[in-house]
């Protein structure tokens, strides 16, 4: 059976991905900071024998390459992640992403295991051209704006993976996650979803941002870690990218309605300027949306969870945790 390593795995995508491999029967190592991630996260999985933990940074070198030469296959998820945290912290966010990555595809190569690259869809910036294919030209801001650091160095994540790819035959491929949401997605780094459904609970104004015309497409993160572990173990998907998401578009003022309707909350909603919803250095993004044409072509990835369903099963885990 595979072993399977995933870096950020306490994380919340990590996290999700753990629990499918192990129903999968597969023996799963994680490694993880807990910088943004949660021992929370990994409780219900410890009891687990195929699941091993190591709670330590991906920079501590030997551990790091001591856990890949004893795993098959390498998913990198650490990462900083969340426009908060990334305009807040941008020093974090480029040193975290360009060297973690550097180290995971230095002993991926040396060891011969191949590797997902976890990148984003924040990579396409910009781009007016929706949906987003991963052939498109990528439309980045200035880099006195630090959101833009975020995509930057995942962007250098990829062009370093498919170096390796080319030069060295490292099988590593890259998935651009769209906006993935999904219980134990934490609010504090300033995810949407979280946020909303936090504020329509509490009776909160819902701070939608702007005019709210901003367009997403959210997927569920249990369908988004089926998709890493089928293109993991599909023999021709290295070398190439690919996005995963759900291209089901909605507008944040729209988002906002749907969580008041179905926690039905009193909260109302409240336009919030960007200059009093984050520091300098943010720019929006005004539409993002998918096309996943590449990757149904290849695994027959199809998203199954509709938004309405995401926000209730997102909804049940903040009653359920009143705490997080
Ligand atoms: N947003 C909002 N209110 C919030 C948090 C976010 O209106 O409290 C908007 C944000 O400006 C963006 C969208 O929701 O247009 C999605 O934001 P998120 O940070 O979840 O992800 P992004 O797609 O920007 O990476």
Redesign the pocket.
Known sequence: MTKALITGGAGFIGSHLAEYLLNLGQEVYIIDDLSTGSIYNIQHLKENPRFHYVIDTMMHEPVLAELIDSCDVVYHLAAAV???LIVESPIRTIETNTKGTELVLKWAAKKKKKVIIAST??VYGKSTKIPFTETDDLLLGPSYKGRWSYACSKLLDEFLGLAYYREMGTPVLVARLF?TVGPRQT?QY????P??VK?ALSGSH?????D?Q?V?AFSYVGDIVGALEKLMAHPDTAGKIYNIGNPEPVT?EN??RRVIELTGSKSTIEY?P?IN?YTEGFE???E?VPDITKVQKMIGFEPKVSLDEILRRVIDHFRDNENV
Do not use: C, H, K, P
């Not at 300033?190 to 979803?193: L, R």
């Open positions: 969340g426009v908060r869809s924040e906006n609010g300033g995810m949407v979803i946020r909303f504020q819902i701070t939608v941002y702007d709210g901003m997403r944040i988002l906002a919030v960007y919803a929006d993004i005004r993002r």
